[in-house]
Nanobody, 119 residues
Framework: QVQLVQSGGGLVQSGGSLRLSCTAS????????MAWYRQRPGKQRELVAA???????NYAGAVKGRFTISRDNAKNTAYLQMNSLKPEDTAVYYC?????????????WGQGTQVTVSS
């Protein structure tokens, strides 16, 4: 079992920056990848960025060049640095983890945090 606690988020003006954090506890040695998803109003949940334990990253096209995912292994914490935010980035953001056994299935989720970008 992995528990995820998110922090960060809030209200920011267009062009601004925010950083989200996600701290894992429990069976952290089983984590293969940590990822950030978001669910925009009226839309399905979508992958924003992912980072494997080997350092490989994957970004959604809409955020590439603006968002950066990183991980502090000593703190078991993943971050999502969001720069040049746009109103269309407004969403509830979730962190998630996959395991070594099921590398591409995100089965543990954070509680979600609201990010609102005003125009």
């Amino acid at each position: 079992q992995v528990q995820l606690v998110q922090s960060g988020g809030g209200l920011v003006q267009s062009g601004g920056s925010l950083r989200l954090s996600c701290t894992a506890s429990g069976s952290v040695s089983t984590i293969y990848a940590m990822a950030w998803y978001r669910q925009r109003p009226g839309k399905q949940r979508e992958l924003v960025a992912a980072l494997t334990r080997t350092g490989r990253t994957n970004y959604a096209g809409a955020v590439k060049g603006r968002f950066t995912i990183s991980r502090d292994n000593a703190k078991n914490t993943a971050y999502l640095q969001m720069n040049s935010l746009k109103p269309e980035d407004t969403a509830v953001y979730y962190c998630a983890t996959s395991s070594q056994m099921h590398r591409y299935e995100y089965d543990y989720w954070g509680q979600g945090t609201q990010v609102t970008v005003s125009s």
